[in-house]
Every structure is written in structure tokens, then in C-alpha cells.
């Protein structure tokens, strides 16, 4: 396993549209573990494969319950609405209020190309989103509202807000 330089915002390579993975082989396996180790170093919930440079639809997602390792992901159902504070590895330092489903399933391959789904909410759903975001070229900031940089957030008092629908 090694580190992984993250690519930052202004990079063109983070507003393309990522490629179906084919092979389910040790290349993938290594980029997997690549950016968990990467993910973790920078202390993310996580990481795209686009966003360590591979226009490969990989994520890897730890919200504090363990790995999830997501190939080809489509979000097959969501309900709900939840608005938060949300940042990106590819965007140190800057962080706004997204509106995202409060509670979202995804289907994906495993490392394997075994099919499963996985359903999570609040962060977990917003996570599952915002890396499938990343993987058609889009980042959190062109859906954030009121932008701001980390020496600003101590500043702002924000919480989670969470509606049923």
C-alpha cells in the first residue's frame, strides 16, 4: 500500500466523467487499498478514484463503521432531506452547506465484481452521494450555499438539520 497524491480543485481531471471498471484484478486491488491508506492519512470519509488521479468509478467511504470499497456505484433509491456542513480532501480548507438525501441506497460491485447494496443515512448517505458526485465530474462546492474557508467555521454555528419527506 502506498500513499496517493490527492489531486486539488482547479485540476481538470476532477470534472470528468469516470470509467466503468471492467477488471476486477490486482490493479484494483492495489488502487483500493492505495486510497483507503490515503483517505485515512488526510483523515477524509472518503475518497474517489478521480480525486487520486484514476478516472475509474472506485470510492472508498469510512464514516467511522468500518470500509465500505464501492465499484460502479449507482444510488438506487433516497429519501428524505438533510442540509450540513460538508469539505472535501480535493478542496482543503473550504467547506459550505449542501442539501443532500437524508437516506440513500446504493447499488456497486465489490472488489470481487460481486453485485451488493448498501443503504446508509445522514452522514453516510451524504458521503455515498458526494463521492458518486465526484465520479461524474461534479464537487460539492456546485451544489454548496454559503461558502467559507477553516478559519471561519469556529465563527458559525452549524448543525445538521434533517427533514422527512
Known sequence: MAYRKVVLEGDEILRKHSRKVEAFDEKLHILLDDMAQTMYRYEGVGLAAVQVGV????????TG????????????????????NEGCLSCPGEYGIVKRPNFVTVKAQDRYGNWFEKSGSELLARAFCHE??????KIFKDLATDLYRQEEKPKRKFSLKVKKE
Open 65 to 84: 463503521d468500518g470500509l465500505i470499497e464501492l465499484i460502479n456505484p449507482e444510488i438506487v433509491a433516497s429519501s428524505g432531506v438533510q442540509e450540513g
Open 132 to 137: 458518486i458526485d465526484h465520479l461524474d465530474g
Open 55 to 62: 478516472l475509474k468509478r472506485a470510492i472508498v467511504i469510512d
